[in-house]
Nanobody, 127 residues
Framework: QVQLVESGGGLVQAGDSLRLSCAAS????????MGWFRQAPGKEREFVAV????????YYTDSVKGRFTISRDNAKNTVYLQMNGLKPEDTAVYYC????????????????????WGQGTQVTVSS
């Protein structure tokens, strides 16, 4: 049984930092790309960042480039999202997700291509 468990969310002020963690179990972690998504109230879930199995390939949504950093520790089966310079518009529930890249038609941005999801952790940034 695959489990993804996020932690590290909280209430912070604008400009502060948080580090989210996602611990994975029940899968061969190093075979999976790991993504972070977020969902604000009344909005669709959106892509934030993704890291491939080795950590050599990283992608970010434009709004977090230069502020957020995704990383992974395959020995600990854990993926991280370091969030610096937080803004009120970053307020959302943050989810980690796992996928095996497709050979054809792969998209790191498509939520439908991620079969495994965590329960989410709330990040609230006050102004």
């Amino acid at each position: 049984q695959v489990q993804l468990v996020e932690s590290g969310g909280g209430l912070v002020q604008a400009g502060d930092s948080l580090r989210l963690s996602c611990a994975a179990s029940g899968l061969t972690f190093k075979s999976y790309s790991m993504g972070w998504f977020r969902q604000a109230p009344g909005k669709e879930r959106e892509f934030v960042a993704v890291i491939n199995w080795s950590g050599a390939s990283l992608y970010y949504t434009d709004s977090v480039k230069g502020r957020f950093t995704i990383s992974r520790d395959n020995a600990k089966n854990t993926v991280y999202l370091q969030m610096n310079g937080l803004k009120p518009e970053d307020t959302a529930v943050y989810y980690c997700a796992a996928k095996v890249p497709r050979l054809v038609g792969d998209s790191v941005y498509d939520v439908r291509q991620y079969p495994y999801w965590g329960q989410g952790t709330q990040v609230t940034v006050s102004s």
